[in-house]
């Protein structure tokens, strides 16, 4: 057996007007039909469904499907997909502006200590942290976010000084600090 052989199978599958990329899972249960944050549509399976399963299930939600890409298209998100590197400069001066005195305000409630801070464009992610050296980055397309966001995010990341990962503990911590922390990510997923 060689090392790819537990790998999912990805082909990419015309269905009338949309793009699929149907991902076959040896271990699947359940098929998993998602639009990605970047319009993409995916549709895992278990290994071995019929074809028509497949081009059925997807025609069954096509206007699901539309909807959601379009939602993306008119969201920061799908802005940012399309930027221009000035407006990215644009927002990075706007976060680069305004999250240094969020890290100094949050700091003493959180007890902790940043290190250095950096900015820059990122897909998937809205911030990370580097717990050993206090290294903070945040995403600046946060500037297109209502300013609460930022802050959320600010707060966030500190959290991660204290707590690496998104457990209980972290959450407590976040629930401690920033009680609509949730309400504030949520502005961030739509």
């Given at each position: 057996m060689t090392w790819y052989s537990n790998m999912?199978?990805?082909?990419?599958?015309?269905?009338?007007?949309?793009?699929?990329?149907?991902i076959e899972k040896k271990r699947l249960k359940h098929p998993n039909l998602r639009v990605q944050p970047d319009g993409r549509v995916e549709f895992s399976v278990p290994h071995g469904y019929p074809p028509e399963f497949i081009v059925d299930f997807v025609r069954e939600k096509h206007d699901w499907i539309?909807?959601?890409?379009?939602?993306?298209?008119?969201?920061?998100?799908?802005?940012?997909?399309?930027a221009s590197q000035q407006e990215v400069r644009e927002w990075r001066q706007v976060v680069e502006a305004f999250t240094p005195a969020l890290v100094e305000k949050w700091e003493p409630v959180l007890g902790v200590k940043a290190g250095k801070?950096?900015?820059?464009?990122?897909?998937?992610?809205?911030?990370?942290?580097?717990?050993?050296?206090?290294?903070?980055c945040i995403n600046v397309v946060l500037a297109l976010y209502p300013?609460?966001?930022?802050?959320?995010?600010?707060v966030h990341e500190l959290a991660h000084l204290l707590v690496p990962g998104h457990?209980?503990?972290f959450h407590a911590i976040m629930d401690r600090v920033m009680p609509d922390w949730k309400q504030r990510r949520a502005k961030l997923r739509d």
């Open positions: 999912p199978a990805k082909r990419l599958e015309f269905i009338d007007d949309l793009e699929v990329w149907v539309v909807k959601a890409q379009q939602k993306y298209e008119t969201s920061p998100m799908g802005r940012a997909a399309t801070l950096a900015y820059r464009k990122m897909k998937s992610r809205w911030g990370s942290c580097q717990p050993s050296t206090g290294r903070i300013p609460e966001c930022l802050e959320y995010v600010v457990g209980p503990e």
